[in-house]
């Protein structure tokens, strides 16, 4: 039954009780918000977000100048590739898109919507 659960006694038999809703029980359901990009992440939690927020939820997205949004669909998290840039940066090499992460990780870029090409632009990442 919806919104009830268990409450097991010591005997091993149970009895159906509320579960409080006016507590809070509920969660509120994805945000476009809760897909913004925070690249001070290692690159396994930028990726791990990638995945949560795919489709068909509203994905993750970061913003870069001037106003124009990208959104990462897939990534995979590289392991023995070291990083090129300093800071995290958003580049190609070697006929892939990369993306290097603060904590010295790196993501291959798979798949993309938005406004990079992903051909020459080396981009520094907000």
Known sequence: MPGRRAATTDSGHGSARADGLAAGSYFGGRKPEDGRIDWSKSALEIHNLV??????????????????????LRTLVTINRNPIHDSPTLYRKDDRSWIDCADGGVLRLLEWEGCWDGVSTTMILP
């Open 51 to 72: 995945r949560a927020v795919a489709p068909p939820y509203p994905g993750a997205y970061c913003e870069l100048p001037p106003n124009r949004r990208l959104k990462l």
